[in-house]
């Protein structure tokens, strides 16, 4: 719910001028000035009341105005552009105790540290690390209540690919053994500032109540980097190099030798990394 007593701010494009927030291509930035937009990726999160919410690389604050407006209590802006925090404390004072800023890079950083629990994190990732700063948080993702991310289309994609498609691989298969991934809903170049050549989608990822199957996440990264790391070989000969007798493997887990990767299930995975846990 759009918080009644918002107070004025002057537009977006004035604030990126006034402190000379050109987008930089070595930080990633792709700026959403349309508040249309950004209150819609807000909602997509909502509710945002007595939750945290993490935003990385908030920019001038597109994205920041609207969690704030859509009733957001605490927002934790990671952000590591000093162009860009002096725009920011601009905000904070204009929702006094709500905005809490923090200077640093993102994948040096552990979010949940920043922020008490339940926390929700919501940002327009910049391209260059977004899944870099997934797989981080995918290790810690019961310290998360949900996930509402923007990637590119094609990286949203791999991320709720279903077997036997071409996006099928290890990032679908780790991210669906921890997440329920949705793709909400896409947004055109020409949303943001600079346009940048793809399209881009907003990515929920609900944390399961455990994982899809059991599994240790070491050996299921192991097998699943075998497998699709030639994925157009068969099972029996692109699981060669993972120190263990491959027919057995396959036999315990019920899986074809000539099967290949991108056949299998997240839940064969996990048979698959289990066989290994159990070969040492």
């Known amino acids: 719910m759009t918080a ?53 690389g908030p920019g001038p604050g597109g994205l920041t105005r609207a969690l704030l407006e859509e009733g957001a209590d605490h927002v934790v802006a990671i952000e590591r552009d000093r162009r860009c925090l002096a725009a920011l404390g601009e905000l904070a004072m204009a929702y006094p105790g709500k905005l809490e ?51 590119q289309r094609e990286v949203a994609e791999r991320l709720v690919a279903r077997p036997r498609s071409p996006s099928y691989g290890r990032l679908s298969v780790i991210t669906q053994w921890l997440t329920e991934p949705k793709i909400l809903f896409d947004l055109p170049p020409r949303a943001f500032v600079p346009p940048p050549k793809v399209t881009s989608s907003v990515v929920s990822l609900v944390p399961r109540t455990r994982p899809l199957a059991p599994a240790s996440k070491t050996a ?44 299998l299930s997240v839940a064969e995975f996990c048979a698959l990394a289990r066989g290994i846990e159990a070969a040492g």
């Open 101 to 151: 800023l923090v200077e640093g890079d993102a994948l040096k950083l552990d979010p949940a540290a920043l922020a008490a629990a339940p926390r929700k994190i919501v940002a327009n990732l910049p391209y260059n690390i977004a899944t870099a700063l997934l797989l981080r948080w995918l290790d810690r993702i019961g310290d998360y209540q949900g996930l509402f991310l923007m990637f």
């Open 4 to 56: 009644p007593s918002a107070p004025k701010l002057p537009p977006l494009r004035e604030v990126i001028a006034r402190h000379g927030i050109a987008a930089k291509k070595s930080l990633g930035q792709n700026f959403i000035l349309d508040l249309n937009v950004t209150r819609r990726i807000a909602r997509a999160a909502a509710p945002l009341d007595r939750t945290s919410v993490i935003e990385i």
């Open 220 to 263: 299921l990264e192991r097998v699943t980097a075998a497998a699709f790391g030639q994925r157009r070989k068969m099972l029996r000969s692109s699981l060669k190099n993972l120190g263990v007798p491959v027919e057995p493997l396959l036999a315990a887990a019920g899986i074809a030798p000539t099967a290949r990767a991108e056949e």
